[in-house]
Each structure stands twice: as structure tokens, then as C-alpha cells.
């Protein structure tokens, strides 16, 4: 089953090394490689985006209900290179 949408996510911007795109902002750039490791890697965002796995039942609450949680967290050596 295919499923279109959106996601709003906050994300560790030097999550990857975005050396290598061609902004002169930091920040734009690891944003960038972030975009291009998603767009290439499907099966990882959709694991970096499931719950980090030592979250503890009340911590997932809290997240859900109130704070949420930066994309990768808790999945950072699952992500490889971009």
C-alpha cells in the first residue's frame, strides 16, 4: 500500500556532511545532504523516522504529545553516508 503525505520534521542538520553541495551556508548544505541521503535512501528515512528504539513507553508519550524528536535520533549509525 502507497501512502502520499507530508511530514513536518526537525532535523540534526550535521546529521551528514554536506561539504560537498553547492551552498555557501552550512547549514544549507547539510540540509541539502539530508534531502539527497532521503530521496536516495527511501527504506532508511522511513526507518529514521520510526521511534528511536531506547525510547522508553512514557518518554514515546511525551514525544508524541508534547516535544516530538529530531529525524535520526537514536538511528544516527543506521544512516551511512549520504
Do not use: N
Request: hydrophobic share 40%.
Amino acid at each position: 500500500m502507497e501512502r502520499d503525505g507530508i511530514v513536518i520534521a526537525e532535523l540534526w542538520p550535521s546529521l551528514l556532511d554536506g561539504r560537498h553541495q553547492p551552498y555557501a551556508i552550512k547549514d544549507a548544505g547539510q540540509v541539502a545532504a539530508v534531502r539527497d541521503w532521503a530521496l536516495d535512501h527511501p527504506d532508511a528515512l522511513h526507518a529514521a523516522l520510526r521511534r528511536p528504539p531506547d525510547l522508553t513507553d512514557e518518554e514515546d508519550r511525551v514525544a508524541r504529545e508534547q516535544e516530538g524528536w529530531i529525524l535520526g535520533g537514536g538511528h544516527v549509525p543506521r544512516l551511512g553516508t549520504a
